[in-house]
């Protein structure tokens, strides 16, 4: 059964660094998304990523995130300069169309220092 | 936006009992899922069920979109069950597609 992919599982990194997520979405899924889950609390909506172009961002989504699709079959999601806050639960999410069932990746736990 | 309400916030089961978990929310919606987080905090696909009724082995989830609430049913629950369970939605508004999610239930199955 096909599936969504993220690496790493879990990522380090201190106050102020550049970190990539990657994702691999399942492969003729048209939209991507990606959500957080600080511990403890529930999972939140980050962007939605369609047709190569962000379709929706929420609040939490502000300068210091992009996503990019750089070929067939990634999509990463990078915090150029992280904060103690960002340390989370990120997880990437795709679907064949908008409103269809969302198909969750296990997640990558960042632990910012 | 579309409010999302679980109950109960927490739940504690002997192995072998049943429980009814809920989920209301408060717009119309096109899309519900209900997920488990399991203790090294993947969210497993349970179902996917905007209205009517499915079944998964001891699992089964009903929604009643006309009265905006949906439930999930555990039978003969197992302490591999034990985990948050959480519903999320999307409403038929003008969002791209994302999911709206509940602050989940704690499911706690004692051996």
């Known amino acids: 059964e096909p599936e969504v992919t993220q690496t790493p599982s879990h990522q380090v990194t201190q106050m102020g660094q550049e970190v990539i997520l990657r994702c691999v979405p399942i492969?003729?899924?048209?939209?991507f998304y990606w959500y957080r889950q600080i511990l403890g609390q529930k999972v939140e909506f980050l962007v939605s990523?369609?047709?190569?172009?962000?379709?929706?961002k929420s609040e939490i989504f502000d300068d210091q995130f992009s996503v990019e699709r750089p070929d067939g079959s990634n999509f990463t999601l990078k915090i150029r300069s992280t904060k103690l806050e960002d340390s989370a639960m990120y997880f990437c999410?795709?679907?064949?169309?908008?409103?269809?069932?969302?198909?969750f990746g296990p997640g990558t736990r960042l632990t910012v220092t | 936006g579309i409010q999302v309400e679980q109950s109960p916030p927490d739940l504690i089961l002997q192995e072998g009992a049943n429980s009814t978990l809920r989920c209301n929310f408060s717009?119309?919606?096109?899309?519900l899922q209900w997920f488990h987080q399991n203790p090294w905090g993947q969210l497993i696909n349970l179902f996917y069920?905007?209205?009517g009724t499915k079944q998964n082995g001891r699992l089964s989830a009903t929604t009643v979109a006309t009265e905006r609430y949906s439930l999930l049913y555990i039978s003969s629950s197992q302490t591999t069950d034990s985990g948050v369970y959480f519903c999320?939605?999307?409403?038929?508004?003008?969002?791209?597609?994302?999911?709206?999610f509940g602050k989940g239930t704690k499911l706690s199955v004692k051996p």
């Open positions: 999410a795709s679907s064949g169309y908008r409103g269809d069932e969302q198909y």
């Open positions: 492969s003729n899924h048209l939209y």
């Open positions: 990523f369609y047709n190569n172009e962000i379709s929706e």
């Open positions: 717009d119309s919606v096109n899309n």
């Open positions: 069920i905007p209205s």
């Open positions: 999320a939605v999307k409403d038929y508004g003008g969002s791209q597609g994302n999911l709206i």
